[in-house]
């Protein structure tokens, strides 16, 4: 299999494969990729449980002391570069953190147990990484994921290069981060390590609930070839009352139909509870996956799946608790009745039993009943405004911001001062770059991408007011100036 260059002019290779890349995930997807190596009795084992690690570090202008001059640079590097700083000591193990998972798993294997755990890195990260010369912790993790003797103990979960935010995104700029993830992966870890992607991890595991746009966004990953979702439990509903899901713990069809009738659907696995590092690093799905019993799914008996996800190097706990108890619990469970599974191992576990996608229950995103109780799908755009604008009216609670690991932040709102820049950089691209069809091979392509991705960032957002907003604006600024200047 060809290898894709890691750096194309200086800027991280996030464009210009796209033929390749989608021609690698069409060949891969029709086969198995874990269950030949699995090691799990499916068909005795009583519930399995699936943790999920994730890690960001954004991209910011701080190479220097002048905002408008300074050089885009890992938030990770200027941790490192100022300790003296607030809680900037923590640089050097978040560099461990990012690295460590490439070393527990072989070891864990080479004791003759069986570890498995989900990764999921944001683009941002891995060129934070490279860029800084941390290149024990890429090749660590390359070990851990392409060597045949190991690969089996970590699947990757695909996400936004940019760490955007699904729900105030603009789709077609979801997209190109969608891909621009995909083809950098492959840049680093291969191809045939792309291949054996198949689950997406949403930045803040936010699910657009606004039909249009969460139609668009499933689009975005079943055309991007993934096969699954993660999805935070109460950001979903059951279509036929409303309710949250029931047997959380097992597989669901995630569909979404939009105002103009179209409908797409992708499996979604569920991650039960808030955003707490405490509940992975302190094991919590390995206990309650000792607590349950076999299910029943299509008539046929099958163990649920606790799925948790946190953040892999924040907290604490995370940094100093999981190494003991990840190894700890991984010694207990291999070879239990309660073992360690990945999603995709499990799925293809299942659907080997011959149960289906259409068997599975069926979710919609948050909200969507109260919507499809009165607009028929078909009616298009404009009649659906005025029903969710109705509902507003009615319920102060209902809204079309959609969900994410916690109720209480909005993607939306009170970021005024740093989306009117992101949408103007996004409005510029579009007009500049899209919309001409410029090629995703030109040089300029490549870089006007980077810079809009990396002003997408959720960081911006989340933090609120000062420092952050002014690096969202600063880095928004020079995203338009590429696309107004290049082309």
């Known amino acids: 299999m060809s290898q894709l260059p890691e750096y194309v002019d200086g800027l991280p290779n996030i464009c210009g494969s796209e ?80 690295k460590r998972i490439g070393e527990f798993v072989p070891q ?64 077609q700029d979801f997209r190109l981060h969608v891909k621009a993830w995909q083809q950098h992966f492959a840049a680093i870890f291969g191809l045939e390590a792309l291949e054996r992607v198949r689950g997406f991890s949403p930045s803040e595991m936010a699910l ?16 991007c070839g993934y096969q699954w979702l993660l999805v935070q439990e109460h950001t979903v509903e059951q279509p036929e009352n409303g309710g949250g899901p029931e047997k959380k713990h097992l597989p669901h069809r995630l569909v979404c139909t939009n105002s103009k009738g179209e409908t797409v659907s992708i499996i979604a696995i569920v991650k039960t509870q808030g955003s707490d590092t405490k509940l992975v690093a302190q094991m919590q799905p390995y206990y309650e996956a000792k607590s349950l019993s076999r299910w029943e799914l299509a008539g046929k008996s099958v163990p649920p799946l606790v799925t ?15 190494p ?18 990945n999603a995709t191992e499990y799925l293809e576990h299942l659907f080997a039993l011959g149960i289906k996608e259409t068997d599975l229950p069926t979710l919609q995103p948050l ?15 404009e009649k659906l405004e005025k029903v969710i604008a109705e509902l507003k009216q009615e319920d102060g609670r209902f809204h079309m911001e959609g969900g994410s690991w916690t109720n209480d932040i909005s993607w939306v709102r009170g970021y005024d001062n740093v989306l009117g820049p992101m949408e103007k950089a996004s409005s510029q691209f579009f007009e500049k770059v899209l919309k001409p069809k410029v090629s995703p091979s030109d040089p300029r392509f490549r870089n006007a991408l980077f810079h809009l991705m990396c002003s997408q960032t959720s960081c911006y957002r989340y933090w609120g007011q000062g420092l952050w907003t002014d690096y969202g604006r ?10 107004e200047t290049d082309f």
């Open 19 to 98: 033929p390749l890349v989608e021609e690698t995930l069409r060949a891969g997807r029709a086969r198995p990729v874990f269950l030949p190596e699995s090691r799990v009795d499916f068909g005795h084992i009583r519930a399995a449980c699936a943790i999920a690690l994730h890690m960001h570090q954004p991209l910011i202008p701080a190479g220097g002391g002048d905002l408008h001059t300074a050089a885009i640079i890992s938030n990770l590097q200027y941790m490192m570069e100022n300790q003296g700083i607030g809680d900037n000591y923590n640089a050097p193990v978040f560099h461990w953190c990012y």
């Open 108 to 171: 864990l294997i080479d004791e003759g147990r069986e570890p498995r755990v989900m990764l999921e890195y944001s683009g941002t990260l891995f060129h934070g990484l490279r860029a800084m010369g941390l290149h024990d912790a890429l090749d660590a993790l390359k070990n851990a994921t392409c060597n045949p003797a190991y690969r089996r103990g970590v699947e990757w979960l695909g996400c936004p290069w940019g760490h955007a935010v699904a729900p105030s995104t603009p789709a």
């Open 208 to 223: 657009p609930n606004h039909p249009d746009t969460a139609y668009e966004y499933i689009k975005t990953l079943v055309d």
């Open 308 to 322: 948790q996800i946190a953040d892999g190097e924040n907290g604490g706990v995370m940094m100093n608790e999981f």
């Open 324 to 341: 003991g108890k990840f190894f700890d619990s991984v010694r207990e469970a291999s070879g239990s009745d309660t073992p360690f599974m």
């Open 367 to 381: 909200f969507q009943k109260r919507i499809w109780d009165r607009f028929e799908p078909g009616g298009g755009p």
């Open 474 to 483: 600063e880095i928004c600024r020079r995203a338009s100036s590429i696309a």
